[in-house]
Each structure stands twice: as structure tokens, then as C-alpha cells.
Nanobody, 124 residues
Framework: QVQLVESGGGLVQPGGSLRLSCAAS????????IGWFRQAPGKEREGVSC????????YYADSVKGRFTISRDNAKNTLYLQMNSLKPEDTAVYYC?????????????????WGQGTQVTVSS
């Protein structure tokens, strides 16, 4: 079975940091376009950061540029999202996802395999 499992979410104060992890099984992450997405209450799911399967190029939403960093450990078949300088507006359920197909940017509708999500809450 294709499976993605997120971890690392929690409650953090504004300005703090968290690192999210996404462990993949049933497939090799390096062969897929992969990324992080988030959904806040009452809002549409949005792409946060993605890695292309073709050339490894990265995409970041404007709202997180300079604060978040996506990375991948091929030996561990795990995806990470380092989140720094967190803001209350970063509060959301964060998901990792993957697709076999070529994707431009980070559109949620183009991704096939999804994790269960992990809650990130930024509050004082």
C-alpha cells in the first residue's frame, strides 16, 4: 500500500519553530513529485512547498518564503518541512502528498496520495 504519515505538529508560540516529517512507504519518494499542503478552518487547501520529480526544483508559497524550508532524505524515504518564524496565520492542518505525474507548482488537485495530516497551532 502507498502510505504517507505526517508527524511533528503541535502548539507553538508566534516566532517559534517546528519541523514536520512525512514518512513514506509502498513507494520511493524520489520518484514522485512531493510536497506539503495546509488547510485552515473555512479555507481551501493550499500548496505550501513542493519538490519536482523531474529536476528537483522547489516551490514555495509567497506567504512562507524565507521562513519555511522543504527537504528530503532519500535514504529514509522521508520528507521534511522546517518551519521558522511561525505566525498565527500558519495555523492549519498540514498534509504531505505525492503524485507519479509531472506537476508544475504546487496545486493540491494534482496530487494523488495523501497523509492523514498533522495539526499546527501558532498561538500565544
Amino acid at each position: 500500500q502507498v502510505q504517507l504519515v505526517e508527524s511533528g505538529g503541535g502548539l507553538v508560540q508566534p516566532g517559534g519553530s517546528l519541523r514536520l516529517s512525512c514518512a513514506a512507504s509502498g513507494f520511493t519518494l524520489d520518484d514522485y513529485a512531493i510536497g506539503w499542503f495546509r488547510q485552515a478552518p473555512g479555507k481551501e487547501r493550499e500548496g505550501v512547498s513542493c519538490i519536482s520529480s523531474s529536476d528537483g526544483s522547489t516551490y514555495y508559497a509567497d506567504s512562507v518564503k524565507g521562513r519555511f524550508t522543504i527537504s528530503r532524505d532519500n535514504a529514509k524515504n522521508t520528507l521534511y518541512l522546517q518551519m521558522n518564524s511561525l505566525k498565527p496565520e500558519d495555523t492549519a492542518v498540514y498534509y504531505c502528498a505525492a503524485t507519479w505525474y509531472s506537476v508544475t507548482g504546487c496545486p493540491p488537485g494534482e496530487y494523488d496520495y495523501w497523509g492523514q495530516g498533522t495539526q499546527v497551532t501558532v498561538s500565544s
